[in-house]
């Protein structure tokens, strides 16, 4: 059976926690749950704080983990350089990868050798590749929570392609991305945990300038 790629994550909503914080089940989704619960619960200066955080990460490079909701664990590495730059590679044996190089995002299947282009702003993925990240009306935020040094954003997007939700976790001040995970309107969710975050290291444009390794794509190749 076919993982919920990390796709699902760039292309639907989430709710996150750093890999060694919290159990999955048990926080991320109760979390989740509690936050969500009442749509009034939004606290302004919480929403300022994530805001702020994203907008000083203007680098971010990390491990993630990826964590489905039948127990499942796949893990990779992710490169962020905003604006508009990204690029999401899992461990071997996997082979798909998530990239932007300024434009579309894109999601190369490698069991199905194919390529799908997404406008950034269809996707929840604008608060990695916005220049300068606001809620504006097309961001609905539907609630905020903390737990001692942690907080959490949880918001729905309008016009993307999944009625979902995200939530982003932060820890910490200055905060720091923990990590994300998506929730879609089936309840299905997935969680994406970043491991070891570095925030404002050079990254070479060769990182997102990602040609798939296939006989389809000429001349494809990746840099790793």
Known sequence: MRRPYIAALLLAPLV???AATLPVRASAQSTQENAAADRSLVDPSVVARAVASLNASRTMVARFVQ?????????????????????????????????????????YDAELDSVTHVPPDMTPAWFLLDDDVRITDEVHLL????????????????????????TLAFEGAPARLLGWTTTEADGTLTQVDLVDLVVGQDIPEKVFDYKPPSPDFPGGRSDR
Do not use: C
């Open 16 to 18: 996150g926690l750093a």
């Open 67 to 107: 964590r489905g909701q039948n127990g499942a664990v796949w893990t990779g590495r992710m490169w962020v350089s905003r604006p508009g730059k990204l690029r999401f590679q899992y461990d071997p044996p996997e082979e798909d990868v998530i990239w932007s190089s300024g434009g579309l995002v894109k999601h």
């Open 143 to 166: 609630a905020t929570a903390e737990r001692g040094d942690r907080f959490f954003v949880t918001a729905t997007q309008s016009g993307a392609f999944s009625d979902g939700r995200v």
